[in-house]
């Protein structure tokens, strides 16, 4: 299923000389986001650097939530991770994207790379009842960390 969502250039590179996002392939579940810089950026090795992505999102409905995601080759070639981050339906701002460099060497961002995804989801949102005990027990119980083995 489709939802129509507004999406607002920022910064007139991006449709023009950058790429707007879209969906790598017919199964991909995330858009490709692209650093909308003008500049290479160098991000020293443990450093971070907010990218801009040259959109901004008007969702029109709360019950919906953008994720920002990591490039699963950025992460495995070169250490490079994108900082998770979540944008609510009502943020209209600029989308930044937060890269980490945890390799060992330097990492160079150029204008138009694909630096990070942008997945939609749909959100549940609750209420919370506070309670001094649970209802129903379960077999983990309050086991942390490990708890389920090793296996």
Known sequence: MHRQIEAKIVNPLLGDTIELPKYATSGSAALDLRACITESVTIPSGGRHLFPSGLAFNMKDPNIVAMIASRSGLALKHGVRAHPGVIDSDYHGELGIL???????PFTVNS?????Q??????????????????????????????????
């Open 99 to 105: 890269i980490h460099n945890d390799g060992q060497e």
């Open 112 to 116: 138009g790379d694909r630096i990070a």
């Open 118 to 151: 942008l997945l939609f989801q749909p959100i549940v949102k609750v209420d919370l009842d506070y309670v001094d005990s649970f209802s129903n027990n379960t077999e983990r119980g309050a086991g942390g960390f490990g708890h389920t083995g090793t296996k």
